[in-house]
């Protein structure tokens, strides 16, 4: 930046911008939390509110966008500071993505309702609870252009596929013990799923604060067994 004032109005915008993200990551983290906390409630109600309350995280990204595109155009940033930007407009459609996830938790509960004494709706909330600690963190590491704080966001991904592998199982075996077991044993395997996504993307958030942080790219993870694909896949 050639002087103090285009440093302290590009800093600002850039202000600006983390500000919007981080009440994305914040809306997208309740919905997260709550979606569950519908689900073992059986909480039609509350369920039908955040699927409502995901519009608000859709025109927060458009707003994200619309700032970006202005902040291009008026400081026309270069090298690490383009970076950064881009990497801002890159994680708002990562948590846009994880609102949706919650919203489709949200949408699967009124089906739900007679699901009973299965195991996967009290380990769902514990799956849930470390997919929405990830969206919180690794949007306190973005705030924060934190590269270590990423690297611990990008770790925990592992504990959350391990769960979404022993769901699996789980639900595979209810459904092959009792057939009238398949429709609800399918629509929490489409949550656990959900839940799953959630913690890529957190995962896709913190490699992209680590690149804007550090201009590297993050060393590649060891993935858990997909239980349809096999080891590492």
Request: glycine residues 6%.
């Amino acid at each position: 930046m050639a002087t103090g004032h285009t440093v302290k109005a590009f800093d600002e915008d850039l202000g600006q911008l983390r500000g919007l993200i981080s009440e994305m990551g914040g809306r997208a983290e309740a919905a997260i939390i709550g979606s569950l906390e519908a689900l073992a409630n059986r909480d039609v109600e509350s369920a039908a509110k955040i699927v409502e309350a995901d519009r608000k995280i859709d025109e927060l990204e458009a707003e994200v966008e619309r700032q970006v595109v202005r902040l291009i155009a008026l400081r026309a940033p270069l090298a690490d500071d383009l970076r950064e930007v881009l990497a801002a407009l890159k994680i708002a459609s990562l948590v846009e993505r994880m609102g949706d996830y919650a919203k489709n938790i949200a949408k699967r509960i009124p089906v739900l309702q007679d699901a009973r004494g299965m195991d996967a709706l009290s380990v769902l909330p514990a799956m849930g609870k470390i997919a929405a600690e990830m969206v919180r963190n690794v949007l306190d590491a973005f705030v924060m252009r934190d590269p270590d704080a990423a690297l611990a966001v990008a770790a925990r991904d592992k504990a959350v596929d391990e769960f979404y592998n022993s769901l699996f199982r789980t639900l595979l075996t209810y459904m092959m013990e009792n057939p009238h077991n398949i429709t609800a044993s399918t629509h929490l395997l489409f949550i656990a799923k959900n839940v799953e996504r959630i913690g890529d993307h957190a995962t896709n958030v913190a490699e992209m604060v680590y690149f804007a942080a550090t201009g590297r790219k993050m060393a590649e993870r060891a993935k858990g067994e997909d239980p349809l694909l096999g080891a590492d896949s």
